[in-house]
Nanobody, 116 residues
Framework: QVQLVESGGGLVQAGGSLTISCAAS????????MGWYRQAPGNRRDLVARLTSRGATNYADSVKGRFTISGDNTEKTLYLKMNSLKPDDTAVYFC??????????WGRGTQVTVSA
């Protein structure tokens, strides 16, 4: 059974930094891309950053220059380093792995709270 587990969330002051991690277990074949999404209360789940199997990255405009996604497709690990955090970054952050067949796997999320 595939399981994605996020870790590293917490409370941080505005301007601070945090790195969250995701580790996948179980059999996931042919991962085409990995990503981080976030969802604040009352909002939809939005893309934060994605990393393709070829190493290409893309970021939401709101986090460009502040967040860095990295990971290892073989080891099935994913990271998000977040700098210059703002209160608007407060959300539950979800890890996503997508296969070449379009199957999505999700973690349960890790809470990131940025205080003003």
């Amino acid at each position: 059974q595939v399981q994605l587990v996020e870790s590293g969330g917490g409370l941080v002051q505005a301007g601070g930094s945090l790195t969250i991690s995701c580790a996948a277990s179980g059999s996931i074949f042919s991962v085409n891309g990995m990503g981080w999404y976030r969802q604040a209360p009352g909002n939809r789940r939005d893309l934060v950053a994605r990393l393709t199997s070829r190493g290409a990255t893309n970021y939401a405009d709101s986090v460009k220059g502040r967040f860095t996604i990295s990971g290892d497709n073989t080891e099935k690990t994913l990271y998000l380093k977040m700098n210059s955090l703002k209160p608007d970054d407060t959300a539950v952050y979800f890890c996503n792995f997508r296969t070449i067949l379009g199957v999505d796997y999700w973690g349960r999320g890790t809470q990131v709270t940025v205080s003003a």
